[in-house]
């Protein structure tokens, strides 16, 4: 039997070659196939579809041509955030200079629980993750609308400086800034937030035993911080929020972490989807008050166009992370320890996990601040036209300007349920993808424009289709 070439190694790069023209032909064909940012029939057609593809999952004998097959399969079936009518989630078109990187980063399967099976991955995550918390934990303006680091310089030896791990995405860095601020202040902490909050913050309080989640108001989408004033006492963490799911809204950061400093609690920021905002200098003052706290959530799979997964989570203070040490001889034995090996499991809840810090370094250091900051600028400008478009159309109802770049809108006179009819409709013939969000008691199609090649005669085709499939 013939042994299957590997990835790496000195047959990789031969190897690899003709498997890479096979793939990028077969997502074509796929493309082709699907003819729209989502496949025809909804989900019985698709399984369908899928099934005939695959047919037996593990046959006797294998089939040389399963790649091409598969891959085709998979692409006609798959949602495809680059095409311009793919608006409903925050899913990105990742960059190709990232995914290239991703394949590397395949290719080669550094695993990040020891140093000796990725030391040149983990001394790139130290780096990465350490400038990347220095963005976040800011104070002053530097000129050409930059800031100077809160932390010390590269070298400094201060144990309170920021630091960030990498994560799957917003649920494991919210639940890991749970984690640390049980750590830090108790069993008893109290999770505080408003009903605008990610669903992973009360579900992440459930799983680590925190008393019940304090949920305030958000009347006009984001967290009152009057109503801060009626908390019980005890150790309170605030989980405020820079970029609702729902309609891209930023929680009133300055006036929470005044509140947070006055009452001696800890303060989280899940910016999920706004900490992308830091690489603009057009839009980067709305995440002040953002270096006030404890913990920051960031995806960069959202505004930052990495392939699934890109995490983090940053804390202002290093020392916060001593608590997720962990020992296992055969991974960080003391003395290799103290020889110098670096101890890497402390890094995260995860054993086994991909250099997934290799595509955001290359993506950085390919665009710089000016060329992702520009990103950032574009969809925000491009939720803007949509807005005004909407505002100006008799049919449709506009929610209200876009904070970030989630445009709320309806039929004007729709029910709701017309309104969901409307999105599902459009699911099904695979033309548009639209999400939903529910504001001012009335259900609302959300769109989340990230795909920064976007034109405004999308946009206006966008809304050409929502008004011919509009049910009353």
């Known amino acids: 039997m013939n ?9 990789g790069r031969e190897v690899l070659r003709p498997l890479l023209d096979t793939v990028l032909d077969a997502l074509e064909e796929g493309a082709r196939g699907r003819r729209g940012p989502l496949p025809t029939g909804g989900p019985d057609a698709v399984a369908a579809r899928m099934h005939d593809a695959l047919g037996d999952v593990l046959p006797d004998e294998g089939d040389p041509q399963a790649l091409r097959h598969l891959v085709r399969a998979f692409a006609e079936g798959a949602a495809d955030p680059a095409d311009p009518l793919c608006a409903a989630h925050l899913h990105c078109p990742p960059l190709a200079v990232a995914a290239a990187a991703d394949l590397a980063a395949s290719a080669l399967n550094p695993s990040l629980d020891s140093w000796d099976q990725a030391p040149a991955a983990s001394e790139l995550e130290s780096l990465v993750t350490r400038r990347l918390a220095e963005e976040v934990y800011f104070e002053t303006p530097r000129g050409a609308g930059l800031y100077q680091s809160a932390a010390p310089p590269r070298g400094a030896t201060s144990p309170h400086r920021p630091d960030a791990l990498i994560t799957t995405g917003g649920t494991e860095a919210n639940q890991l800034a749970l984690l640390l601020a049980r750590e830090t202040h108790g069993p008893g902490v109290r999770l505080v937030c408003g009903e605008n909050a990610h669903h992973s913050l009360p579900r992440a309080a459930w799983l680590l035993g925190l008393p019940e989640p304090v949920i305030v108001p958000a009347p006009q989408g984001t967290l009152d911080p009057a109503a801060l004033d009626t908390l019980p006492p005890g150790p309170l963490l605030i989980a405020a929020t820079a970029g609702t799911t729902d309609a891209g809204l930023i929680d009133p950061l300055p006036e929470i972490a005044d509140w947070c400093a006055h009452r001696g609690a800890r303060l989280h920021v899940d910016a999920a989807y706004g900490g992308g905002l830091l690489f603009s200098t057009r839009h980067r003052d709305k995440l002040t008050g953002l270096s006030a706290a404890g913990t920051v959530t960031l995806d960069l799979h959202k505004l930052g166009w990495q392939p699934v997964a890109a995490g983090l989570l940053a804390v202002r203070d290093a020392q916060d992370l001593a608590v997720l040490h962990q020992h296992a001889d055969y991974l960080n034995a003391d003395d290799d320890t103290e020889a110098g090996l670096p101890d890497l ?11 997934d810090v290799l595509k955001i370094a290359v993506t950085l250091k390919t665009l710089g601040r000016t060329g992702l900051g520009a990103l950032v600028d574009q969809v925000c400008a491009t939720a803007q036209q949509f807005a005004e478009l909407v505002d100006r159309h008799p049919g449709f109802e506009l929610h209200a300007p876009p ?4 445009v709320l809108f309806r039929p004007t006179g729709a029910t709701d349920d017309a309104v969901a009819a409307v999105r599902r409709k459009l699911l099904t013939d695979g033309r548009a993808v639209l999400g939903r969000a529910r504001a001012a008691n009335r259900l609302w199609l959300k769109a989340t424009l990230l795909n920064p090649t976007t034109r405004p005669a999308d946009l206006a085709g966008l809304l050409h289709l929502v008004e011919g499939t509009t049910l009353r």
Not at 3 to 11: D, K, M, Q
């Open 403 to 406: 904070t970030i770049s989630t």
């Open 3 to 11: 042994t299957p070439p590997l990835a790496s190694g000195p047959e």
């Open 345 to 355: 499991l402390g890094r995260s809840l995860r054993t086994t996990r991909r250099p």
